[in-house]
């Protein structure tokens, strides 16, 4: 439990969305004070209700780009004590068709709020980083000092020019920003309370909002992407972790960042075990009892093989390591998916 209030006002800037939701309950849960700064770009205002329903009050809320500094001042008008910056832009095909604008919100908006954050005195930055920076890894699992491999999108550069420009911003700090560049693999899942959880616009790119909003009726069935794949049943191979895992994560690393100040490294978060698209199919069916409707069709360009976390520097240094299983994930996706009335 951190120790006094000075010590537990934790900015997280698209703390509406997906990921930043999850990682409010768990700041919350571990006795910090989140104060969410998101512009509702890729969300809904409805994510606050359901934050209140599950924590019994509201949440600090600033409707305001990140990168706005005048609309930021209000923010630090009371001490921050640390960030968790998950505010970007995310769509991997949108970011070939408008590259501007990955580099301004992903690039451009970190480069501002770091700036912020430095002149405010904050000194513990969290950032979200991405496994999309291996590339096609060579050995897997793939460790944290395996070769960051040449962007394969514009989205994918952006977080490796994130993670370039925060080592710049640590060593120009010189000891005063403590920064964690965490590496998530696949995240999916939902709260088990269905009171948030992942709300894709338009037509979901990802294999689980796909496949959830397919068994719900509202797509006629999910593509495999290639059965002619290189792997034991010829579909691709992810390691898919549960949200709530990944969320609990950043409060380990805000922790490791507390105890070790000043400090940087980059940490996978996965459960270092790749399943193929066949078993996720196969363990939701497991979860549910309910059937996916799927057909095999062509590869999806630019998709990988496989890749899986070797997650053991997050075990030894964080402490952290995934608890919830596969099935587990896809049951609360379930959960979510048909609160979300199909
Ligand atoms: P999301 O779109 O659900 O959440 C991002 C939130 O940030 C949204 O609520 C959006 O409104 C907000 N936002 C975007 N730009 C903003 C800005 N300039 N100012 C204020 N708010 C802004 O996405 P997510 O899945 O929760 O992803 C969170 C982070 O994790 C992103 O940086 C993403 O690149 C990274 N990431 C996601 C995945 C994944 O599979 N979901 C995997 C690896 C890394
Ligand atoms: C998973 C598997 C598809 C949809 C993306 C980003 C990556 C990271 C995580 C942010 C693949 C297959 C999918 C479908 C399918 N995000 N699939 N039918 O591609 O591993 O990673 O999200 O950093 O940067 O690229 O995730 O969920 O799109 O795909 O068969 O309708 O499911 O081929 O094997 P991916 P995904």
Redesign the pocket.
Known sequence: MPQNESHRRILV??G?????SHTVVALAEAGYIPVI???????QPEVLDGLERILGHRVEFHA????DEAGMEAVFEAPVYGAIH?????AVGESVEAPEKYFS?NIG?TAKLTHMLRKAGVQHLVF?????VYGEAKALPVGESAAIQPAASPYGYT?QSCETLLGYCHAAAQGQLGVALLR?F??IGAHPSAEIG??PIGTPA?LVPFLTQSVAGKRAELTVFGQDYPTADGTCIRDYLHVCDLAEAHVAALQWLERNGGAMEAFNLGTGTGSSVKEVITAFETATGLTVPHRFGDRRPGDITAIYADASKAFDLLGWRTKRSLEECLADAWRWQEKLGG
């Open positions: 800037t698209g509406a969305g997906f990921i930043g700064v998101d512009d509702l770009r890729n969300s305001v780009d990140c990168a998950f505010a970007a832009d995310k919100n908006a979200s980083s991405s496994c999309t977080k998530y696949n995240p992942e709300l990802n």
